[in-house]
């Protein structure tokens, strides 16, 4: 059984405070939001074992202990550029209900990545939706984190009616899945780019467009060179951490569409793909992903409110990668001494019920096939009940 600790949303909205000192307040906001968190469990095998983890909500870092800690403190800046305004839909990053159509949007300060880019209507919120690190984001998106998912970046973004372009600059870990985050942006930093379009090509259904991509610049290992130096009989066994150096590069893509099929019911699909020479620093040991899947809400059966989802995806990695897992490497979440590679195949569905006004229970169950891309090891089915309530 697995249960929800920890998510890329807030559970709870930020205490947004808007700047009213401008009469011109349709055109230029200013606010300012702070979420705090507390996080406890340590997941199914300490959350080690598998690229694509059962549990997004998971600290993988069980030493850090459930004392409350800030998860995020953003300031953000909006600049209209038009006077034709969109509705918008209430979150945990804005309280607005209407905002311009073509605007700028700046955001600094400590934040999830994740709550920008690879967003998905159906497949991103661990609260209500997919639970699995893979289906809920991209494995192959190694993005800027610390233990817990969060990092201090600046993000701008250009909004306006059929597309939207954002970018940010992102402080990485010191070390792979390290709490501490690295302040030296000459040695380390992570660069972060999407392009979203919103098109309809099935006539008035609508469909969403992201495009990838991001560059890693971080102390990192080296796969090849590790595997050389066991080979050569320098190291008793491969060892990525002795062959960090500063400089190493880690770059990778990403393919994000959501598509409404009909009333209710919607589709989506991810694919990943990231360089696999040098090693997995802040996400997940993932270095190809493909997924697809569907939700569906309860309308037909008269739980309006209710919602079913399922998804099929697999989880690949690089030759070097898997060699030096071969031989008996570590990452930070592998390492069984040895590999008989195949693909991971996860399959997840869910079923979330709306209880009455602010509370859902959910029940997920996934079927992992090669965990760990160990044809030795499983297969594995995963049971799991969430209780999600909003205040």
């Known amino acids: 059984m697995v249960a929800a600790t920890r998510s890329k949303e807030a559970v709870l909205a930020p205490p947004f405070a808007e700047d009213t000192s401008n009469d011109n307040q349709r055109f230029r906001t200013l606010s300012c939001g702070a979420v705090f968190e507390s996080a406890g469990g340590q997941g199914v095998s300490t959350a080690l074992g598998l690229a694509g983890f059962t549990n997004l909500d998971v600290v993988r870092n069980t030493t850090l202990g459930s004392k409350p800690y800030l998860g995020r403190l ?15 839909e209430r979150n945990f990053l804005s309280l607005r209900t209407e905002q311009s159509e073509r605007r700028i949007e700046f955001r600094a300060g400590k934040m999830s990545i994740a709550d920008f880019f690879d967003v998905n209507g159906v497949g991103s919120d661990s609260h209500l939706q997919f639970m699995n690190w893979t289906v809920d984001n991209n494995g192959a998106y190694d993005y800027a984190a610390d233990t817990r998912g969060y990092t201090f970046a600046g993000v701008a973004e250009y909004h306006s009616r059929n597309w939207s372009t954002r970018f940010a600059e992102a402080l990485m870990p010191r070390v792979a899945n390290g709490i501490n985050l690295d302040w030296d942006l000459r040695r380390a930093r992570a660069e972060n780019i999407e392009v979203e379009l919103r098109l309809s090509l099935a006539r008035t259904r ?10 890693n610049h971080a102390d990192m290992g080296s796969y090849r060179e ?13 060892d990525i951490e002795a062959h960090r150096r500063q400089g190493h590069v880690k770059y990778g ?6 598509q409404e099929l009909a009333n209710g019911v919607r589709a989506f699909a991810r694919a990943g793909w990231n360089e696999g020479h040098n090693e997995s620093f802040a996400y997940t040991e993932v270095n190809g992903t493909a997924a697809v899947g569907a939700d569906i809400g309860g309308k037909p059966w008269q739980r309006s409110r209710d919602k079913l989802g399922v998804a099929l995806l697999g989880n690949s990695i690089s030759g070097d990668h898997r060699r ?8 930070f979440l592998l390492g069984d001494g040895t ?6 195949k996860i399959f997840e569905t869910y079923y979330t019920a709306r209880i009455k006004q602010g509370v859902y229970v959910s029940f997920d169950l996934q079927h992992i096939s090669n965990p760990g891309y160990n044809r030795d090891r499983g297969p594995v089915v995963v049971p799991s009940v969430r209780l999600h309530l909003d205040l």
Not at 253 to 258: T, V
């Open 253 to 258: 893509f990403g393919f994000n569409a959501e």
């Open 206 to 215: 609508p469909t969403t467009i992201r495009l990838l991509s991001y560059v």
């Open 74 to 88: 953003i300031l953000h800046q909006t600049i209209s550029l038009g006077e034709e305004t969109v509705h918008s």
């Open 324 to 331: 030096y897992l071969q031989l008996g490497g570590r990452g």
């Open 339 to 344: 590999l008989t590679y195949g693909r991971e």
């Open 226 to 238: 590790a595997i050389h130096s066991f080979i050569e009989g320098h190291d008793p066994r491969p």
